[in-house]
């Protein structure tokens, strides 16, 4: 497939609607590929039925739609990907890079996260169990646009994790590693609350042989309590009728400096504004940035 030099994405999970922070994500990925005449592709991460909420990815889409973005080619439904994701999970197992992994949620409270091995040589039979990768005793580093150098020792800090629950379901972190390389994706924008899922990603990057992508993590809208905005809390839904103010304030959460006379412009004025004058050294450099702060 020819490819520009430049293919991004934007990948919403259908367990709620867009909120603000969704609409921070979205406009820093959408400026970021346009403003070098790059493609915005959609893609829905629709890996946990069970949390999806119904109507949820067509309310999405036409909110998208209403704030006037423009993604290229179809939209991709990861629920329709699961051969893809099985394939590289079985073929790991038999090559000793994954294991079966019977431990419930309960078994690994005490160990804070960081998984402890105890089936790794337990040769449990994968077909009623989760799949868990071998982690590597190394550390694992990037420099993101945005937030600098950031550094994870996966055996230390994370531990062999999991690419495939017990229920059947593959998890986010072999998914997007095998969709991003599928759909050619060279850069990821996302918020900053996935920073520390990039080394792991990077680690099943160089397993399947796979280019590593440019990434910029920008600053995740927080309530007063530092909880992210989302459907947990209650973040209120993207009104339609509104589309113009919330992008100038995404744009501000964003550093960009915006011009005053845009407040009466359409949404559709506004993105083209942001494109022109898009720049991506303007982010601020932290992780989290609280809504109430935001003008």
């Known amino acids: 497939m020819n ?3 430049y ?13 603000f922070g969704s609409l921070v994500a979205a406009l820093a990925s959408y400026l970021d590929a346009r403003a070098v005449g790059g493609q915005w592709l959609m893609r829905m991460e629709d890996l946990d039925p069970p949390r999806e909420v119904a109507g949820a990815q067509g309310a999405i889409l036409r909110t998208l739609e209403s ?31 994954a294991y079966a992994c019977t431990c419930s949620r309960k078994q690994l409270q005490a160990f804070n996260g960081i998984y402890p091995g105890q089936c790794r040589n337990a040769g449990h039979d994968p077909q009623n169990s989760a799949i868990r990768i071998r982690v590597p005793e190394l550390e694992y580093r990037f420099v993101d646009r945005a937030q600098g150098m950031y550094a994870q020792h996966l055996g230390r800090d994370v531990g062999d994790f999991v690419i495939r629950r017990r229920d059947g379901l593959y998890a986010y972190q072999l998914a ?29 990057q160089e397993l399947l042989g796979l280019p590593q992508p440019r990434y910029l993590h920008v600053p995740l809208i927080t309530q007063p309590d530092g909880n992210k905005l989302g459907k947990s809390y209650r973040s209120p839904p993207l009104p339609s009728d509104q589309a113009t103010p919330l992008l100038l304030r995404a744009l501000r959460a964003l550093g960009q400096t ?6 009466y412009a ?3 004025e506004v993105l083209a504004w942001g494109i022109k004058h898009w720049n991506a050294h303007l982010i601020p450099r932290i ?7 935001l003008s």
């Open 3 to 5: 490819s520009p030099s």
């Open 7 to 19: 293919i991004g994405r934007f990948a919403p999970t259908p367990s709620g609607y867009l909120h």
């Open 67 to 97: 704030y006037a973005f423009e993604w290229d080619g179809e939209v991709i439904n990861q629920s329709h990907r699961h051969e893809a994701y099985a394939q590289v999970a079985n073929r790991w197992v038999s090559q000793g890079l």
């Open 176 to 204: 997007v590693v095998i969709d991003d390389a599928w759909q050619g994706i060279t850069d990821i924008v996302r918020g900053a609350d996935l920073l520390d899922s990039t080394p792991r990603q990077l680690y099943l």
């Open 258 to 263: 915006t011009d005053d006379g845009l407040r």
């Open 266 to 268: 359409s949404p559709q």
């Open 287 to 293: 992780r989290h940035l609280e809504e109430a702060e």
